[in-house]
Nanobody, 125 residues
Framework: QVQLVESGGGLVQAGGSLRLSCAASGRTFSTRTMGWFRQAPGKEREFVGAKDWSGFGTRYPDSVQGRFTISRDNAKNMVYLQMNSLKPEDTAVYYC??????????????????WGQGTQVTVSL
C-alpha cells in the first residue's frame, strides 16, 4: 500500500515558477515509477510527466517539455515537479501517482495504482 500527499500548489503569475512536492509512504517507493497528472475543470485528467524507478526513464508531453522537470529523492520518499514558465493553461489540480514496482514510465492514467488528493495550481495573467 502506498499513500501519497501533494503540496506546493498555489497562485502564481504567468511566467512564474512553482515546485510541487509529493510525499510517499511505504517501503516500496524506490522501486515504483512515479507520475504527475493534472485535471482542469470540465477536462479529462492529463499526463504531465513521469520518472521510472531507476531514475533514468523520464517522459513528458509536448505541452510541458522543457518547462517542467520531475525529480525524486528515494532516501526521503519524495518526488517533485518543478514547473517553470507557467502559463494560464497550466491551471489545474495536480496529482501525484505511483505505478507498480519496476515498471516503465507511462503516460496512461489507468497504469497508475495509487493517487494523491491533489493540489491546486492557478496561473494568472
Amino acid at each position: 500500500q502506498v499513500q501519497l500527499v501533494e503540496s506546493g500548489g498555489g497562485l502564481v503569475q504567468a511566467g512564474g515558477s512553482l515546485r510541487l512536492s509529493c510525499a510517499a509512504s511505504g517501503r516500496t517507493f524506490s522501486t515504483r515509477t512515479m507520475g504527475w497528472f493534472r485535471q482542469a475543470p470540465g477536462k479529462e485528467r492529463e499526463f504531465v510527466g513521469a520518472k521510472d524507478w531507476s531514475g533514468f526513464g523520464t517522459r513528458y508531453p509536448d505541452s510541458v517539455q522543457g518547462r517542467f522537470t520531475i525529480s525524486r529523492d528515494n532516501a526521503k520518499n519524495m518526488v517533485y515537479l518543478q514547473m517553470n514558465s507557467l502559463k494560464p493553461e497550466d491551471t489545474a489540480v495536480y496529482y501525484c501517482a505511483a505505478r507498480r514496482e519496476y515498471s516503465a514510465a507511462s503516460s496512461q492514467v489507468y497504469d497508475y495504482d495509487y493517487w494523491g488528493q491533489g493540489t491546486q495550481v492557478t496561473v494568472s495573467l
